[in-house]
């Protein structure tokens, strides 16, 4: 079996496999790089005749990790426009490339198609998997909102009067009844195109100037409107980052997170750095209820600044049946920390957390006063106040409040805990949800 040159994660990335004269001969997509690796060689008779053919001429195995599905997705796809690598063409059994295709027209439609030669469109990529197209199209859907339907369709809804189903579920605003305006669809295909660009810092910065000129002229809603926009590309994209900057550091993901690590620890706590950052443990913690039924509590896990997901836990709430986050917090911690004190073997619950992140601020804090001044002295605990994006630090029975630049690289790995810890326990939540509904 071919030896990676490191241990391969359980991480989102992009594996490479190299010939004899480390060429690269394919190139793949994983939401689990060992999983997907390992598939290749658990079994080769189950292999397809050209997948077995490029395991026996590859003689090495290498691997960029990601933290994301969406930023794996586009990597790969920069990858393979740039190397061209033997197997991914073959593979392709002479099926030609998917691409993003944006129409030129009054009301752009979006869709998947296989090649570039129409002139009234614009087109991106290539995708080396057909899924790949559907999958980015999927995230963008949910931030900006688009048509992806035929003439024909949409006008049968003009002529209804209301919108369809995607209109409902608001994954597409509905410019077949004029429910937004040429220019306001416009302007959000226009973002679209650039975020598709790799141009997602200079959106958010355009973005941002937007929203403050609204607030000067005192246009609150187009303000509300273009906030919260920023905060659906910050969300799906919390740990997004363009592919050029794996290309120039394969590292870059543990390179980020033993930065914010030492950024935190800096201006937050004021240590001289005196840690082992590749082991250096992130516990963050968030709580999704409705009116206290069916409560959950997540843990998630960061070890090194980079999220661990084999060591999240999920918990559900046993003592509290009324909305009280704050009692569920408690409750979650507590339970999390009598294991540590009941030596249970569970692989996350014996490790000690170097860091504990709450979501919120003095009030959450406040709350969990007791238990924190129970907790070991080495254990650090911060809050994160949603929206204000400040942390809030508990000295001596008083709330500190610690606003750090928004392009800080602390911050910025606070927001990812705290938003996967909030991604966890919301999905824990819709599941339980739905198997009552199902029962």
């Known amino acids: 079996m071919i030896k990676p040159a490191r241990e391969i994660p359980e991480n989102p990335g992009v594996y490479i496999f190299k010939d004899d004269k480390s060429e690269i001969i394919y190139?793949?997509?994983?939401?689990?790089?060992?999983n997907r690796v390992g598939s290749y060689f658990a079994d080769p008779q189950i292999l397809l005749p050209k997948t077995k053919k490029m395991v026996e001429v590859a003689k090495s195995l290498d691997f960029i990790k990601t933290e994301s599905e969406i930023e794996a997705l586009l990597l790969e796809a920069d990858l393979v426009k740039r190397?061209?690598?033997?197997?991914?063409?073959?593979?392709k059994d002479d099926k030609s490339y998917k691409y993003i295709k944006i129409y030129k027209e009054k009301f752009p439609k979006i869709e998947s198609a296989r090649n570039t030669t129409d002139k009234k469109a614009f087109h991106f990529g290539p995708f080396p998997r057909g899924e790949a197209v559907n999958e980015v199209l999927r995230?963008?859907?949910?931030?900006?909102?688009?048509?992806?339907?035929?003439?024909?369709?949409?006008?049968?809804?003009?002529?209804?009067?209301?919108?369809?189903?995607?209109?409902d579920i608001k994954l597409?605003?509905?410019?077949?009844?004029?429910?937004?305006?040429?220019?306001?669809?416009?302007?959000?295909?226009?973002?679209?195109?650039?975020?598709?660009?790799?141009?997602?810092?200079?959106?958010?910065?355009k973005l941002t100037k937007k929203m403050e000129n609204y607030s000067k002229v005192e246009k609150y809603e187009e303000a509300r409107e273009t906030r919260d926009l920023i905060g659906r590309i910050d969300y799906i994209t919390q740990s997004f980052t363009e592919a050029k900057d794996f290309l120039i550091n394969p590292n870059f993901v543990e390179d980020r997170g033993e930065e914010g690590i030492r950024d935190i620890l800096k201006r937050v706590f004021d240590e001289e750095i005196s840690y082992d950052f590749q082991k250096f443990r992130i516990e963050a913690y968030d709580i999704s209820n409705?009116?206290?039924?069916?409560?959950?509590?997540?843990?998630?896990?960061?070890?090194?600044?980079?999220?661990?997901?084999n060591q999240y836990r999920k918990f559900k709430i046993k003592y509290k049946n009324s909305p009280d986050d704050f009692m569920m917090l408690r409750e979650v911690l507590s339970r999390r920390f009598k294991k540590i004190e009941g030596g249970i073997s569970d692989e996350s619950f014996k490790e000690t957390p170097d860091l504990i992140l709450i979501d919120g601020g003095s009030p959450q804090l406040r709350a969990l006063s007791e238990m924190i001044a129970k907790l070991p002295k080495n254990i650090k605990v911060i809050g994160l106040v949603k929206g204000e994006e400040k942390l809030v630090l508990p000295v001596g029975g008083e709330y500190r409040d610690v606003v750090l630049?928004?392009?800080?690289?602390?911050?910025?790995?606070?927001?990812?805990?705290?938003?996967?810890?909030?991604?966890?326990?919301?999905?824990y939540h819709r599941n339980r949800r739905s198997k009552v509904l199902l029962s």
């Open 139 to 167: 995230y963008l859907r949910k931030v900006f909102g688009f048509r992806d339907c035929s003439t024909i369709k949409f006008n049968r809804y003009k002529k209804l009067n209301r919108g369809c189903l995607y209109y």
């Open 405 to 427: 630049p928004k392009d800080s690289a602390g911050l910025k790995l606070m927001m990812r805990a705290r938003d996967e810890a909030h991604r966890f326990a919301i999905t």
């Open 83 to 91: 190397y061209k690598p033997k197997y991914n063409i073959e593979l």
């Open 172 to 205: 597409c605003p509905a410019p077949c009844i004029e429910a937004v305006s040429q220019k306001d669809y416009r302007d959000s295909i226009s973002n679209l195109r650039q975020f598709l660009g790799g141009k997602k810092k200079l959106l958010i910065r």
């Open 290 to 309: 409705i009116q206290g039924k069916l409560a959950v509590g997540s843990m998630v896990v960061f070890i090194g600044g980079v999220p661990n997901k």
């Open 27 to 34: 190139i793949g997509k994983a939401k689990n790089l060992k």
